[in-house]
């Protein structure tokens, strides 16, 4: 099952089926012109992970890290599927990274990885929309990473078993292809960042651990339509304004 969270017709937020189309919550479907489709899940934060595929650290020149080499983003990041995100003012190099995003289900600590599924509610697609013009100039990635809207996630939560293994990542922006990957190339697996994650700091229920991208990263230019598919998730669908 797909999960999607909306707010119906009367204003109410609903939580309930994902049909692709449409979605339906208490034996009532709508279309999805008669909802506002939200971020399908509210963390208390997004655990991101860096250089996860070799090809991505290599294209940056960099190596791949010993262990997961890890960053935070908040809930001010949160952007929805149909959202438009505002770029930071005067930045050059404003980038997309598809990810696939694992929604946390229940409250995790010290969680040993042969276990770590057992605390996953499902999956998802994240652009992680990085600025890399202060990235490259700070440590802590706040300016570069956690500026309002800079993690659209969406369109809804897959239960795990709709993913596989070697499930397919990709962006296209203004419909060209710009990075394909499968999930099996990350360097640390889902449940190897939920168990050292969870050595550091409890994950909520609805936390988001975004698991790096594939190479194929690039700048945006101002009125670019993202997507951001996974395998058995869907699309994820944005757009990007310079303010």
Known sequence: MRHARFRDPSGAVR????????VSFAGETYDLEEVDLLAPTE?????CVGRNYVAHAEEHDTDVPDRPLLFLKPPNTVAGHGDTVTLPTGKEQVEWEAELGVIIEKQAKHVDAADA????????????????????????????????GAAPVGPCIADP???????????????????????????????????EITTYM??????????????????????????????????????VRQD
């Open 202 to 239: 409890t994950l909520e229920p609805g936390d988001v651990v975004a698991t790096g991208t594939p190479e194929g990263v690039g700048p945006f230019d101002d009125g670019d339509t993202v997507e951001i598919e996974v395998e058995g998730v869907g699309v994820l669908e944005h757009e």
């Open 43 to 47: 963390p208390n934060k997004l655990v």
């Open 117 to 148: 599924m057992e605390y996953v509610a499902g999956y998802t697609c994240v652009d992680d929309v990085s600025n890399r013009d202060d990235q490259r100039s700070e440590s802590q990635w706040v300016r570069g990473k956690a500026f309002d």
């Open 161 to 195: 078993e709709h993913v596989p293994e070697d499930a397919t990542i990709q962006t296209r922006v203004n419909g060209e292809v710009q990075q394909d990957a499968t999930i099996d190339q990350m360097v640390f697996d889902v449940p190897t960042l939920i168990e």
């Open 15 to 22: 939580r309930g089926e994902w049909h692709g189309d449409s």
